[in-house]
Every structure is written in C-alpha cells, then in structure tokens.
C-alpha cells in the first residue's frame, strides 16, 4: 500500500526556525510534494524534490532522500501567517497526501 | 492566467438527491484530478482525468459517483443519491503533464442534510 508520516501538530514562536518531517512507503513515486493549507482553503503549492537534495524557496526549504524515504519541510522566520496546516504528498501521476501537520506560530 | 475554478463553492443538498461540482482547470492544463477532504484529515485522491478520459479512478467509490471531462467544458464530479457521509470538501486540481505540478481550485463545500 502507500501511506506517508508526518506529525499531527507543531508549535513553534514567531521568529524560530521548525522542520516538519515525512517518511513515505509508496510505489510508482516521481517526487515529494509541499502544500500549505489555511483554514480548508485551497491548497498551496510550495515546493518539490524530485531529486535528492535541498530545494531553496525564500523563506521555505524542501529535503529529500529518496534512500530513506524521508523528506522535510524547513520554515525559517516563522511569522504568525505560518499558522496552517502542512501536506506532504508523493506524486505518482495523482498525489498521495501525509494527514497534515497542524502549526501553530505563538508571538 | 486565471486559476483552477469550481463552483459552486458551497452546495446544500438532501439526502437521496443529486450533486454536480465544476470544474474548469488553469488554461494550457489538460490534466484534472479530484480529491476529498473530510474535516480534519488529508486530501484523498479520487479520480485523474484527461480531456475525453478516465486515466485513474482507484479512488472512486464504485457506486453513485462518477466524473467526465469532456473535450468542451468543465470537467464535473457527479454524485448520485446523496448520503450524509458524502459531506467534505471536493477540491480539483490540474497540470500540464502527469508529473508537473497541481494546482488546486478553492473547493466546493457539499453539505448533505
């Protein structure tokens, strides 16, 4: 089957740097996907590792090591608009997505 | 370039009736997936289509939902018969190509009373 980790909820401070973790069992993969969520709003694209690596998005960071399978999510300068959920998702054609990870940035 | 549309974006139905949810992908994107969301939890894939096919539907339930993407218009998500378990969030995404981005319209909201 397929499934993905990631923990349920974080809690971090304005300013402070978080890393959201993944760990993936799938087949048939093509890369690991980062959406942000607000609130059941439309997800939001943030970034993807089809390779091994970091991948450098302003403020945001994306790893991936397709021997581990195992990715993370880094937040740098965390504002209080951080405050969402956080989707991995392995991309196979159609996307497999982790349960979310619920941050939550305190002042 | 306009987004990923759906509408509508709430939808109220009583059991035993008929949802239709639209949705119309970003130009250029030939490639339509849709997915639910219940409260609290993960999108859960449903259904991948191409303009005139069904590329995927393992994620479909086998009975009273089906979905088309016709070479003119929206590509629509069709539930038939209603039940309360039916009420999440529908969200569509598109892309260019299987293994290019998807990016995700505002969902529709349907509540089954």
């Known amino acids: 089957g397929q499934s993905l980790e990631q923990p349920s909820e974080v809690t971090a401070v304005e300013g402070a740097i978080v890393q959201i973790n993944c760990t993936y069992q799938t087949s048939g993969f093509y890369g690991l996907s980062w959406y942000q969520q607000h609130d059941g709003g439309a997800p939001t694209f943030l970034s993807y590792?089809?390779?091994?690596g970091l991948e450098e998005t302003g403020r945001f960071s994306s790893f991936l090591s397709r021997s581990d399978s195992y990715g993370y999510l880094l937040l740098q300068e965390l504002q209080m608009k951080d405050s969402a959920s956080y989707f991995c998702?392995?991309?196979?054609?159609?996307?497999?997505f982790g349960q979310g990870t619920e941050l939550s940035v305190k002042p | 370039n306009a987004g990923v549309m759906q509408n509508p974006r709430h939808l109220v139905r009583r059991r035993g009736q008929e949802a239709r949810l639209r949705c119309s992908p970003m130009?250029?994107?030939?490639?339509v997936y849709w997915y639910r969301q219940l409260p609290e939890e993960g999108l859960k894939f449903m259904v991948y289509l191409q303009k005139e096919n069904i590329i995927d539907e393992s994620g479909m339930p086998k009975e009273r939902f089906s979905a088309e993407f016709p070479k003119e218009g929206p590509s629509i998500l069709r539930i038939q018969q209603v039940v309360r378990g039916d009420s999440a969030a529908y969200f569509c995404?598109?892309?260019?190509?299987?293994?290019?981005?998807?990016?995700f319209g505002p969902g529709t909201r349907l509540t089954v009373l």
């Open positions: 590792n089809a390779l091994d």
């Open positions: 998702a392995v991309q196979g054609g159609k996307l497999i």
């Open positions: 130009k250029g994107h030939s490639h």
């Open positions: 995404a598109s892309s260019p190509s299987d293994t290019d981005t998807q990016y």
